[in-house]
């Protein structure tokens, strides 16, 4: 098992990055350090971890900072002695990539070529450079077959390029500087603290106002749900057990089509909050708007190597993961409220009437 002391994570105050240190603070036994940077963009909320900053003390770190900032990098690596990265931050959303691209390239790619370069400077004081991949830089299935390991890369949206941009960064300091990483792809999240722009929260808190559920196109593109603590566990495994150069991809064996996901979140948001006026069925929201431009038509993970080699396995499906989220939802009206009191709501205003 490798060990580490200084773990770096950045992007932790985002959707997966917050799960992730609640996960490896709460379930793995770790007992060193994380530093989590972190830029605070729209989607990252430092209070989803003030419980867990209360628990461990000094253990959880802070830093309010950029990744596209070289000098803080350098400083951060020394300061804290790092000796593992486990990297999230990263521009997440497609939408907002198909409407402004820069930031993406920005955060993205240069932003990872900086973190790897930082990282490189610490020589063999590093055990471990761990990189967050997505299995949109696959590019798009047609009705049969999988993404494996093995499957080339062939990205659609401004966002897949530059997460696959990232992914190729990160084995080219592998292969020539010797930098030990590992990666990671994996397929659609779901669950506690998602920001409300991502198919799943926005369908819930939407169900739950009675307002618009705007459904891509005929919502048959087809997604391959993963309940986020799934996918903490599987990076865990990966960072603690996985050869040097290896990468792994993570899925949950549950695709589903859009249209199917919007309508169990209606039933469930049904059953679990107060009915709307006149007891309307929340079904009766959906509504077809236009297709997302260039929309993948499906993603499927086989993720038969990491089951195999590690033992790992999902433990929420998704009729257990939905309710658990919808329930999380229902009772953190504060978090809500905090991350749609800033920059998404007036973002969502300029780009987006209809919903
Ligand atoms: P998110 O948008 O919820 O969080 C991203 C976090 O990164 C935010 O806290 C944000 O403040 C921070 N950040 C953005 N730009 C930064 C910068 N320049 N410097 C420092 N911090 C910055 O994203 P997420 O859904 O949690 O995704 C995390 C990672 O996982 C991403 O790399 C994404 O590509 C990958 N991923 C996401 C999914 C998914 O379904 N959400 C699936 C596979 C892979
Ligand atoms: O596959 C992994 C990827 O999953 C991650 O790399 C991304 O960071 C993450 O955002 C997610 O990308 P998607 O584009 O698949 O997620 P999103 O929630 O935006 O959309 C899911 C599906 O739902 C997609 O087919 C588009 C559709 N959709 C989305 C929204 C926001 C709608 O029909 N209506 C909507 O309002």
Not at 58 to 86: M, N, P, S, W
Not at 207 to 232: F, I, M, S, T
Request: charged content about 20%.
């Amino acid at each position: 098992m490798r060990s580490f002391h200084n773990l770096l994570v950045t992007g932790g105050a985002g959707f997966i990055g917050s799960n992730f240190i609640r996960y490896v603070f709460g379930q793995t036994g770790y007992d060193g350090r994380i530093i989590n940077l972190d830029a605070l963009t729209y989607a990252g909320n430092p209070a989803s971890l003030d419980d867990i900053a209360q628990a461990v003390g000094g253990r959880y770190v802070f830093v309010h900072g950029d990744i596209r900032d070289t000098a803080l990098l350098a400083d951060v690596f020394e300061r804290y002695a790092v000796d593992a990265v486990c990297h999230f931050a990263a521009e997440s959303h497609v939408d907002r990539s198909i409407l402004a691209p820069d930031d993406f390239v920005q955060t993205n790619v240069v932003g990872t070529c900086n973190l790897l370069q930082a990282a490189r400077a610490r020589g063999d004081k590093l055990t471990l450079f761990h990189h967050i991949s997505t299995d949109e830089v696959f590019g798009s299935l047609g009705p049969d077959g999988f993404f494996s390991e093995t499957t080339p890369y062939c990205p659609h949206s401004p966002y897949s390029a530059s997460k696959a941009a990232s992914d190729h960064f990160v084995r080219a300091f592998h292969d020539t500087y010797g930098l030990p990483v590992t990666l990671t792809n994996c397929s659609n999240n779901y669950g506690p603290y998602q920001f409300p722009e991502k198919l799943i929260p926005l369908m819930i808190l939407n169900a739950l106002e009675g307002k618009p559920l705007p459904v891509y196109g005929q919502g048959l593109n087809v997604r391959d749900w993963l309940y986020v603590e799934d996918h903490c566990s599987a990076i865990w495994t990966v960072m603690t057990q996985a050869a040097v150069g290896s990468t792994y991809c993570i899925g949950g064996r549950s695709e589903l089509p859009n249209i199917e996901v919007v309508r169990r979140i209606c039933a469930l948001v049904d059953r679990l909050a107060p009915p709307l006026p006149g007891g309307q069925a929340r079904e009766t929201l959906i509504t077809h708007v236009p297709d997302r431009p260039g929309h993948d038509a499906r993603y499927a993970i086989d993720c038969s190597r990491l089951e195999q080699d590690f033992g790992w396995k999902q433990t929420v499906d998704a009729a257990a993961g939905f309710e658990k989220t919808v329930r999380w939802y229902l009772e953190h009206s504060a978090w809500i409220e905090t991350v749609r009191s800033g920059e998404y709501r007036s973002w969502l205003e300029r780009n987006y009437a209809h919903r």
